[in-house]
């Protein structure tokens, strides 16, 4: 509706938006290469969070859980395994965080708002002490490395060759966003906000509400692990981290800076948020402060997100011109 | 149904992004790289070396290669290259935010403090340093990102780095790529260059790791206590509280065959309460209690073992003790037996004048910085910076000009480093500084208002460092004791 | 026996330090509903300021003070970051009371690092000069005895006010229905930062009291918020009983775990959770309320 | 007249207070059967039971002789009750349109699809349109339900009812909060798509002249007890029904 009359910039802004995305590598700097790759994986990993949190009403604060088994499965399979075919690690780490969520988001559907927040929370923060504790077998606090990964013959190493693995990156990232796309906008999606906006309602036209709310769980927990087993080839390295929920907070701020009722929200925040915090740290002396009062301010000024705002706005100037 | 055709098409793009995205992620991918190649060692001949090593830095396959070539080429070019004018900017990469800040910040204050004073007498060979300090709050993906922005964006031409051991694992790899020389201070996992980087080109690091640390001050412990059989330990429940007991415990074995660990506790890192743990190695009876522990959680645990009577019932160890019992102050129990990389008082200031300077300088700097004096980090980076000048300043010997990243690497294997903690040198094999270690008993001084270790002794390196690519676990393994 | 008791002491000492931190969290949880990840960050604050108070006063008797010192400044912030920032945003989807909190836990830990430096603060004093008793001949800290009994102590009056006074029966009021409140005339905001004001200075005494027998330093935050929650969870969210239940279960569950299996120390709290959460997914004390 | 919808003491404590007092009710097929009664009556107690909202203390119902009792409100509506609510109940993040086209593909079991687009969905569209025509809704079909007024929510929250073509419709209060001049108009409409499709009908409503206008039957309830059943003159001419509400009215 609002879209009506912003339709062709709607359009040119996208194909710009893949133009730069596909120019990065021109730059030639690695840096870039490595911190818009990132931004991507984050980018994925916030557009699944975003099927929890836009789409069903669901805030989970332990997202990393999903994150990091993906991101570990990949490092396990290749460093300590050595298994190293690209598409099955990477088809298996989305195997296993699609497993756990399972089973956590089985636990936690029943519940709502912040006993579900909570939930979540305990367990990924579960996950972070089981890497630590087990650390014969995951290397514990010190982490475990990532040695290069085999594409139908060609070495994938981020650190050998960002180019390569940026590109790889984006293709994942287009994947991820169009089916995340045709999933908001297809019945079963439409189902979800309708739990969000209403259970009551949901469930009298006759949608099985817990039963929804684990299905949008499971999706979001494979795309993070999606994210998570991109993130460990790129870093090189796993470490539990990943698990703390102080790394949950920053898909959620992502996904909020952006915007979580709107599609691209998250997708487009996630990459500004990658940048600025990564300009912010190298910067700032004190960077926490200052990604604290951001942090602050988006949730006290912008409840739309920077997308959502803009689509305020272009949705006021569409309405008033039909 | 306008919204819906804009789908359409969105869609549409996106697919054929796909495709695109398909195509060029192998091409630009996978043949660009060679592409770039070429293009640097056409321009090579023209521009200088440095310039050239520097765009090496950015190109990604292949780059190996050009390098070679461009050193080929100095050893052969005559005239040596004229020094820069503009300063050396040396990246530091550090953590000064979380509970590792405070390992971390007095090693900079120490870095910037020398710095100072080199820049004050004409920097190296006339070319100041500048520093650029970034804080990687021990997460290793900071880490990276801040290492890869020194390298690309802000052109760093050497990068010092004070971290995690994770943070360091993570980091080895990245700057072998890099061909940028890292000296790596802190960040002492065993496996760095056991496992991680077994060969590493730009890569040194000073501290002693802890494979070192643990073996060294096994040996002390069964100097002090000859007679010690039953051992406990309370360790930080993450690999290194474990891998520190292992490897002490493996040595004590070859020491005492019929040592026995009476007691195990686990309490998990930053914990505030020890109580439970004490009492249950109390309860096993042991000879000599290990606390695998450091910095506020070993002052902690010391402080509640002084209420559990720990103190009166058995002896005491503490692997990395040395500068944390400074925290207690007078309260600190003595007699402890404490080992440490670096110890203010050793080698004796009358005897060691870098030692004597450094500490005063320090003290005066920087009066309330950790017991107003410099820790073991504060020593490696005196090291870190000495070290660098040195090799810089040998290599310029040797080439009449300013060297290349290889020369200096070259000139800084088997380099013998004066440090305030004694002579250190690298060794050639794994890039890994070799120096005393200390151990000590702890002893209330008024003087100085804290405990200090006395009396002192020094474990020489041969002591405790595994030959060059030897495994820790053999080595011991292969000792002959009779 | 001697380690039979030491042990049951120690599962007291740690429940009781466990109480402090989870309750003022719970509290305000199930008066105001805001889950405040600001918390720990208060605790730690709380923490420091009293090292820092009792560093200064620690050769006169007045260094006592610092206790209640802590804890009113850290009430004190409590209301602030009420009045000022959580206020706005008790009608807004919780996501960003998470959000907003989260954010003032950084903030708040950073500011705590600028002003006292990442070195470490320690007491030892305090700790050593409350002196060591014998228990069945083996020496045993009093300062553990002290901490216990200011836990009972505030329990017992927390349990006072919430219970005995018109003040509790308001809160109590508002915890169970905020409209019907409001529309009897209770100015809920005026409860809301009372709340706000206990639970801080909840935060901020148990900080000031587990400084002297371990140390004000930079990361307790995380630690102590994560242990608050899982207390809390178990107890069942926003109950002070489940919370004084919660505790003691993990403090002695901990303390007789480190005695029998060292190694999962670190897991054994998650366990427990995990299996109360099979049991009772509402935790041991939680209330109902509709799933749909 | 089959019967559709059978209720034995169905019962309904809340604590110690009993909403529903074992209540027998029979609905036939093909009838709108209104229920009325006071505030605190029990009505909408008892439709929550049958729509499967709460579970009943005791009792049981049966639909279509199929015992329903405590079953899921999803699986109920499968069987073909639908409901609509007192206070407006509707997706407001949703257009009209989608409110409308979700019950629709919940109905026709359509919600697991993962990636077909509602939008190319054009059966479910001509649907979703059709009933939005009837229910007057269509020119708002692109407004975002928390845009709409009262009155068009109240029309949208039945028309997503009547979308799952239901057998028998319970609808609670259709015009409450409504202005006088719009209820006899929402009432009208529904009474008029109520008798095309020949469905039964459960009302609960307050005001009596819109009821006697519509009703095949009306029941009246009292403190959780039915006290009166019958044809709308008999209803009239009940003395005790009319001081019951005369009471409260």
Redesign the interface.
Known sequence: MWLRGNMLSYKTLLIIGLLILFAIPLLGSSYLDFLFSMALIYSIWALGYNFLLGYTGLLSFGHGAYFGLGAYTVAMLVTKYSFRPFLPVLGIAVLVATFFGAIIGFLCARHVAKYFALLTLAFSQLFYALTFKLYHWTGGSDGIVVKSLDFFGVEVSAIKNPIGYYYLTLIFFLVSVCSGWRIVNSPFGKALQAIRDNPLKAEAIGIPVKRYKWYAFIISAAYSGLAGALFAPLLGYAYPDLFHFSFSGEVLFATLLGGHRVFFGPVIGAIIFTIAKSYIIATVKYWPLVLGSMLVITALFFPHGIIGTIYVVLKRRGSKTP | MGERISRRDFLKGLVGGLIVGGVIGVAGGYVAAPGKEKTITATKTVTSEKTVTKTVTAATSGAKTVTETTTTTVTAKPKPREIPSKPIKLGVITILTGPGAMLFDPGLKALQMEVEKINAQGGILGRKIELVVKDSGGKPDKCIEHYKRLVTEEQADFITVGATSAEACALAPIAEESKVLTIIQEGTATKLFEEVDPHPKYVFRINNYDALDAISHAIAIHKAWPKAKKFAVIGADYVWGHDEWNIITTVLKKLVPDMEIVAEAWPPLFAKDYSAHISKVLAAKPDVVELCLWGGDLVTCIKQGIGYGLFKQCKVASVTGGEYVWGLGTECPEGILCSTRYYFLYPPWDRWHINKEFNEEFHKRYPDSHGGYPGFNCNSAYTAIHALKLAIEKAYAITGGWPTTEEIIAAMENLMVPTPGGYRYFRKEDHQMLGYAVSGFTKVSKEFGFAILDPVWAVPPEEMAPPPGKKWKEWVESWKIE | M??MT??I???F??AS?LFLISSGLTLI?SVA?I?NLAHGALYMLGAYIAAVLIKSLINTPYAILAFPIAALIIGLIGIIIERG?IK??YE?????????T??????????T??TF????I?V??L??HAG?IDILG????V??FIVMAVTFLIGGLMWFIMYKTRAGKIIRACALDREMSEAIGINTSRVFTLTFFMGSALAGISGAL?VP???A????D??AL?ES??V??IGG?GSIKGAFIGSLLIGLI??FG??LF??????IV?LV??AV??IR??GLF?KE???? | MREILVTKGLTKFFGDFKAVDSVDLTLYEGTITSLVGPNGAGKTTLLNMISGVIKPTRGKIYFMNKDITGLPPYKIVKMGIARGFQLPCVCNDLTTLDNVRIAILSHMGKVRRLFSLVDKDKEVYERAIKILKTFGLYEKKDLLAQDLSHGDRKLLDVAMAFALEPKLILLDEPTSGVSTSEKSKIMRTIEKVIREIGITALIVEHDMDIVFSYSDRIIVMHEGKIIADGKPDEIKSNKRVESILLGVE
């Open positions: 001697i380690e030491r042990f002491l120690d599962g000492f740690y330090i949880f509903g889950i920032f706005w945003i807004r989807e919780f996501v960003y009371q998470l959000l907003l989260f954010g003032l836990a950084l903030v708040l830990s950073d500011i690092r600028i430096g990442t070195e470490p320690y030892t004093k700790y050593i060591i083996s020496p045993y800290p300062y553990n587990v027998q371990s140390a330093m930079l990361g307790i995380a630690d994560i929650f899982i809390i969870v969210v901990r303390a480190i005695a060292p190694e999962i120390e670190l897991a998650y959770m995990a959460l099979l997914p509402r939680g309320y509709r799933v749909a």
